[in-house]
Nanobody, 116 residues
Framework: QVQLVESGGGLVQAGGSLRVSCAAS????????MGWYRQAPGKQRELAAS???????NYADSVKGRFAISRDNAKNTVSLQMNSLKPEDTGVYYC??????????WGQGTLVTVSS
């Protein structure tokens, strides 16, 4: 199967920056859309950003202008650069991939905490 492993989460002050990354491994045949979802404490999981294999991006209104998603198709990785972070950005960030054989695959999540 395909496994997604996230890295880069941590603690950062408001106004600071953080970069989270996700690497896909295993029996990879093809990966189409990849994205980052986040879940704040006591809230529903929501889409932060996504990107197609061709590079078309989609962002939640709350992160536009502050976050940037990118991917490396050759290395099967996707990253999310987060700038001008706010306390409301705090949550667990999950990597998601749409594969050509195994369907949707989720990572285990990485915690991002933004202090006031």
């Amino acid at each position: 199967q395909v496994q997604l492993v996230e890295s880069g989460g941590g603690l950062v002050q408001a106004g600071g920056s953080l970069r989270v990354s996700c690497a896909a491994s295993g029996s990879i045949f093809s990966i189409n859309r990849m994205g980052w979802y986040r879940q704040a404490p006591g809230k529903q999981r929501e889409l932060a950003a996504s990107i197609t294999r061709g590079g078309t991006t989609n962002y939640a209104d709350s992160v536009k202008g502050r976050f940037a998603i990118s991917r490396d198709n050759a290395k099967n990785t996707v990253s999310l650069q987060m700038n001008s972070l706010k306390p409301e950005d705090t949550g667990v960030y999950y990597c998601r991939a749409e594969t050509g054989w195994y369907g949707v695959v989720w990572g285990q999540g990485t915690l991002v905490t933004v202090s006031s």
